[in-house]
């Protein structure tokens, strides 16, 4: 990855950073090169720990990256990603995200009602997710944010 998350902001490409797109992208090679999530969300919150009302920032800059997210498999697919990074964050008390609510509680009936029309869109076509074929189902990959303390049923909003 050759962008950072000050750069995202600068550059208002906040959604392309969470996405991976461009100079965002940061593969991992244990998942065929494809992008890893993990990296991006772990520069974002390292980057946010060091500025005023941080978890207010998240709120902010989680919205704006949902507010332009397409129902299509790529954006679903981020989504999902997006989410299970902040859980994993979360349960592993990185940074400042157990001191707060929960991210998912911040979102508008709206934002919510956005993330589960994507989440049932992303089960109906899981197979156009690059790689899909090699991965876990969708239902087990939905059991494996459960693991990580996620307490919403997004398939539900």
């Not at 949902?66 to 790529?74: C, G, I, R, T, V």
Request: with cysteine.
């Amino acid at each position: 990855m050759k962008g950072d998350f000050e750069q995202a902001i600068n550059n208002n490409e906040v959604s392309a950073y969470l996405k991976g797109e461009g100079d965002y992208f940061s593969p991992w090679e244990m998942i065929r090169g494809n992008h890893n999530d993990i990296d991006n969300w772990m520069g974002m919150i390292g980057y946010l720990s060091k500025k005023e009302h941080p978890y207010q920032l998240l709120i902010k800059y989680f919205k704006l990256y949902l507010s332009l997210l397409k129902e299509d498999a790529l954006d679903a697919w981020s989504l999902f990603n997006s989410i299970s990074c902040y859980y994993y964050l979360r349960k592993e008390n990185y940074f400042f995200l157990t001191e707060n609510e929960d991210l998912i509680d911040e979102l508008t009936v709206e934002e919510k009602k956005k993330i589960g029309v994507l989440y049932r869109y992303l089960r109906e076509n899981f197979d156009k997710v690059p790689d899909a074929a090699e991965m876990n189902p969708f239902d087990v990959q939905i059991k494996g944010l459960k693991k990580r303390n996620c307490p919403y049923d997004f398939l539900s909003f």
